[in-house]
């Protein structure tokens, strides 16, 4: 049962059950699943699931990686994972005029745990660490604080670029059950739960790096998106992804996934940056580091199955609309990445994204360059050092095209 399709296997530890509240207000820092309790079930109940220590995962670092020694699972209480995958294939089980109601069974087993301690076993390459063997994934950037930190600067970037909204799709106001994928600090999630109260947010990530003190809306689960979901079918009012390029083999079947399990009348958003730099006066040309970065970074997805150039090839309208999403709105906005505009919003949007690259950029670039690339990691910190240069120089309007794209799943009988 525990086999996921990449035939890596999860070990599975016994559910925690306390909570604690934190001592202001709201926040509360979760020690266990309780968020999981709520009326509906979010995630299907497992069913024969593995006892804790039938199973060890095999755990193997590749290439020139090595691993991390995990902390004990129960010394961070306040994540939990899926308690186990399903093999069976909820395309064929899934009715799409069964509203909310799960065929499967009610035995009052938790259908999250809390973690295992393979999922704490980060990878360090050339000095920075990387998540855990875990299912299909493979992801190219850090988890250290470092390029944490560089995220939650993108963060307030991207919100800034959006003119202060967390997302574009029409959702209501007393929406319920939010899930955001790849969720990274965790920063988008817990900005919505805020501004959100009614809400129950999840964020998923490959890594259980989010912070502890949250929202008492929302929680973490570490999740392998590119498996089967295990959520129910038609349980969340709004799915939410950002910044997943290159992490993604099938985004077909990522999206169908999502298709499952949001509610009918629901909606889906993705978020996605190109990793090319461009400027509409010519002041990014060939022979220049920031000219070239992109195409580094389209071989280097292309090289690991995992496309990076999704906003140039229109990956998620398209993916979207094969899924069965309709009213599918697709903006299409220009992130500055040094402060250029004369704009004075959109200079602060560049100066922050400036800043975020500074942190991130070596994040950004240092697995997919070594390890795909086969780059020497000297060779990738002199092109890190040209490209800061370049983005140094007053001489540049360099932006990237961000692409947000929602779509709305059909009502039953619509
Ligand atoms: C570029 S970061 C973006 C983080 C966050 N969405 C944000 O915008 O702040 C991509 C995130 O996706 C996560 N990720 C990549 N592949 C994943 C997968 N297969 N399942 C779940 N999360 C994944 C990574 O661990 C990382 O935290």
């Excluded at 089980?93 to 069964?98: G, I, Q, R």
């Excluded at 959520?231 to 996934?257: A, E, T």
């Excluded at 580091?289 to 398209?318: L, N, S, T």
Aim: hydrophobic share 35%.
């Amino acid at each position: 049962m525990a086999d996921s399709p990449g035939g890596k296997e999860r070990r599975v530890v016994p559910v925690e059950e306390e909570e604690a509240s934190g001592p202001n207000g709201g926040v509360a820092e979760t020690k266990g699943p309780k968020h999981a309790e709520t009326e509906t079930e979010t995630r299907e109940q497992p069913a024969a699931g593995p006892k804790p220590g039938q199973e060890e995962q095999q755990h193997e670092a590749g290439g020139e990686s090595s691993t991390v020694a995990p902390a004990p699972a129960d010394a961070l209480p306040h994540w939990t994972q899926p308690a186990c995958h399903p093999l069976q294939n909820y395309e064929e089980d899934f009715d799409e005029d069964d509203d909310n109601d799960s065929a499967l069974g009610d035995d009052g087993a938790s259908s999250t745990a809390s973690l295992s301690a393979s999922i704490l076993e980060y990878r360090t390459i050339h000095g920075r660490t990387y998540h855990s063997n875990i299912g299909n994934a493979e992801y190219w950037g850090p988890n250290d604080d470092r390029q944490l930190e560089s995220m939650d600067l993108s963060h307030h970037a991207f919100t800034l670029l959006l003119e202060d909204k967390l997302f574009l799709a029409p959702i209501p106001d007393d929406v319920q059950k939010v899930l955001d994928v790849g969720t990274g600090s965790g920063i988008w999630a817990i900005d919505f739960a805020d501004k959100y109260p009614q809400a129950e947010v999840i964020g998923t990530d490959l890594s259980p790096t989010q912070p502890g003190w949250v929202p008492a809306n929302v929680k973490f689960e570490v999740d392998d998106a590119t498996l089967v979901w295990t959520f129910r079918p038609n349980v969340f009012d709004f799915v939410h992804m950002r910044d997943l390029f290159g992490s993604i083999q099938d985004w077909n079947s990522l999206y169908r996934q999502a298709y499952k399990c949001i509610k009918p009348g629901g909606y889906i958003e993705d978020f996605e940056c190109s990793v090319v730099i461009s400027s509409d006066d010519g002041s990014v040309a060939p022979g220049m580091a920031c000219y070239d970065w992109g195409r580094i970074f389209h071989e280097a997805g292309r090289k690991m199955g995992r496309p990076m150039d999704v906003v140039e090839r229109g990956i998620v309208p398209a993916g979207l609309k094969a899924a069965g999403f309709v009213d599918v709105v697709e903006r299409r906005y220009r992130l500055p990445l040094t402060a250029w505009p004369a704009d004075k919003r959109l200079r602060e949007v560049g100066a922050i994204q400036h800043w975020a690259a500074q942190e991130g950029l070596e994040g950004y670039a240092m697995y997919l360059l070594t390890q795909q690339l086969k780059w020497a990691p000297e060779r990738v910190q002199l092109l890190l050092a040209c490209i800061r240069k370049e983005l140094r120089s007053n001489k540049l309007h360099p932006y990237a095209w961000v692409q947000v794209t929602y779509g709305r799943k059909l009502e039953v009988g619509e």
